[in-house]
C-alpha cells in the first residue's frame, strides 16, 4: 500500500509564503515524478508544478512565485509558495507517479489534499 500524506496548507494573507511537504510512504521501488494539482471550487483540477528526472514544470499563473523540489532519500516533494494570491486558493492534492516493484505497473497516486486559503 501506498501513501502520499500532504500538509503545510492554511491560511494567510495576499503577498504572504506557505510551504507544502508531501512524504510518500509504503511498498515504493521507484518514484517517476512527484508533483502538485490544485482544484478551486467550482473549477477544474490543474497541474501547479511537477518534477521528474531533475526536470521541472510550472502553470504559468505560478511561475516565478512557487519552486517545486524533491528529496529523493525521503520520498517528500515540496512547494514554495510565495507572493500568494487570492486565486491561489484550493486544495492543493500531491501526486506520484511510480513502482511497487520491480515488476509491478507504473501506477499514479494521489494525496487526500490540503487546502490553501488566501485572503485578500
Known amino acids: 500500500q501506498v501513501q502520499l500524506l500532504e500538509s503545510g496548507g492554511g491560511l494567510v494573507q495576499a503577498g504572504g509564503t506557505l510551504r507544502l511537504s508531501c512524504a510518500a510512504s509504503?511498498?515504493?521501488?521507484?518514484?517517476?515524478?512527484m508533483g502538485w494539482y490544485r482544484q478551486a471550487p467550482g473549477k477544474q483540477r490543474e497541474l501547479v508544478a511537477i518534477?521528474?528526472?531533475?526536470?521541472?514544470n510550472y502553470v504559468d499563473s505560478v511561475k516565478g512565485r512557487f519552486t517545486i523540489s524533491r528529496d529523493n532519500a525521503k520520498n517528500t516533494v515540496y512547494l514554495q509558495m510565495n507572493s500568494l494570491k487570492p486565486e491561489d486558493t484550493a486544495v492543493y492534492y500531491c501526486?506520484?507517479?511510480?513502482?511497487?516493484?520491480?515488476?509491478?505497473?507504473?501506477?499514479?497516486?494521489w494525496g487526500k489534499g490540503t487546502l490553501v486559503t488566501v485572503s485578500s
Open positions: 501526486y506520484a507517479v511510480l513502482r511497487r516493484s520491480f515488476s509491478d505497473y507504473t501506477m499514479n497516486y
Open positions: 509504503g511498498s515504493i521501488f521507484t518514484i517517476n515524478a
Open positions: 518534477t521528474s528526472g531533475g526536470s521541472t
